[in-house]
């Protein structure tokens, strides 16, 4: 019989952030871990998540997810391994996908966790490609986007777990041209390189991103996936074609702002091309969860689908990767694993 742990650290939030969040706003909690209740499994989390998303849940506002509790352990994806189980659905050595993240040791409902396979992929990726990330990808330009064969596809964002993803389905799909922005010439070239795009430009870069998105495609873009808002939400509702379709997804570039972001100054031109900009929530789209992981699994081993991790090891490194992420520090899905 396995001896369970009697101890487990759990990152709070201590303090809402103003502005950019600095390791003070949180704090590393060592609580006691027991025995799971009926109809609950304990699981030694493997792998934790750390998404953009989250910083707006730090924020004490009304939206689509309550905010973070103060003093409370923090949630976020997470995937581990059952050591303990008091329902019959789940036994130890199980490895599930579940929404306990940051923190060692998970005690949760049987009801929400999924079981998921080490033998079907690693298990890191059902946090990214073959998870909540790549979902997103998928949903947001096969139902949202109403992608067809032949479009022209802009992805901002396009190195990070969401955009990658977006800019190979495109193609994978028949796009006719795929352009991405990205922070760094060593993202650029990975985009052009690894992934397929047809062009990619450095919006750091002196040139407005207005300016490189026609340069890139010159004769306009059918589809635009939004990871960043912004100056890129403004400069693709200039490049969308008539009746253009646009996915928005994150607005990364304001998350931080302590003031609210201008919109954009081209918003005639919606009413002109009769563009069609529409939001998404992830969980809208759980019907098509079993032809995602189909498709995109079967992708995934024929080599047609390419995705790229970047792993930070330690839970005592959780803030670090959840600010290096925000910073653009990741190239593909930023996981934290923790040590064995």
Known sequence: MTTLP??????????????WPVPEDFALVESPVSEPGAGRVLVRNLHLSVDPYMRGRMNDVKSYVPPFELNKPMTG???????????????????????????????????????????????STYLGVLGMPGLTAYAGLFEVASFKEGDTVFVSGAAGAV?????????????????????????????????????????????????????AAPKGIDVYFDNVGGEHLEAAISSLTVHGRATLCGAISGYNDTEPVPGPRNMMQIIGKRLRLQGILVADHTDVQKQFVEEVSGWIRSGELKYNETVVEGIEHNVDAFLGMLRGENTGKMIVSLNK
């Open 77 to 123: 994806g997470a995937v581990g391994e059952v050591i303990a189980s008091n329902d019959e659905r789940f036994a130890v050595g199980d490895h599930v996908l579940h929404d306990l993240g940051w923190r060692e040791y998970a005690d949760l409902k049987a009801d929400h966790a999924t079981k998921v396979s080490a033998e079907l992929a690693p298990l």
């Open 163 to 215: 955009g990658s993803q977006v800019g190979q389905m495109a193609k994978l799909r028949g796009a006719k041209r795929v352009v991405g922005s990205a922070g760094s010439a060593d993202k650029i070239e990975l985009l052009t390189s690894e992934y397929g795009f047809d062009a990619a430009f450095n919006y750091k870069d002196e040139a407005p991103v207005a300016e490189q998105l026609r340069e």
């Open 6 to 19: 009697t101890t487990g650290r759990a990152w709070h939030l201590v303090r809402r952030p103003n502005g």
